[in-house]
């Protein structure tokens, strides 16, 4: 894997990730979150702490997901670890949160630990996919490197 190829799946699975995650933050829940957790809103995003975070997160779904499914050739394990990964990492912030914060809603939880795992699996299943696409992954199986008396060598095995 090329670190252009790299660079390119960071790319492509951090416009994934942003794409799904401001469909859910901007359209589909502003009131919940608003509703249960509007006195510690602050009013405008802060964009520096969340371009970091979205850069060490899409950095982690793909050294611990997108990456090794790519290396298995395998869409389920990038959409398993991926929910994996995602329900982990929400499960850290949001009961931390329960645990130390007064009146945190429990509810909160509930939704951010579906969340997490269903944008991160998402977002995996996207990532493998442009992976994919780039040519990253295993590579298919001919009947010349499946069979080693096909390999030129007068049918002399190797």
Request: glycine share 10%; hydrophobic share 55%; with cysteine.
């Amino acid at each position: 894997m090329s670190t252009s190829q790299i660079v390119k799946l960071f790319v492509g699975t951090g416009i994934a990730f942003f794409a799904i995650d401001l469909v859910w933050l901007g359209v589909i829940a502003p009131a919940f979150y608003q509703r249960h957790l509007g006195h510690l809103l602050a009013e405008q995003v802060r964009w520096v702490p969340a371009v970091l975070f979205y850069t060490v997160y899409i950095a982690g779904l793909l050294t611990f997901a997108i990456v090794p499914a790519l290396q298995a050739g395998s869409l389920a394990r990038a959409v398993m670890l991926g929910a994996l990964l995602g329900f982990f990492a929400y499960a850290t912030f949001d009961l931390t949160c329960l645990a130390l914060f007064k009146d945190f809603p429990a509810v909160v939880v509930v939704v951010d630990l579906v969340w997490g795992s269903v944008l991160s699996a998402s977002v995996c299943a996207a990532g493998y996919g442009i992976g994919r696409w780039l040519g990253i992954g295993v590579q298919k199986v001919t009947s010349r490197t499946k069979n080693p008396h096909l390999t030129g060598h007068h049918g002399r095995q190797k």
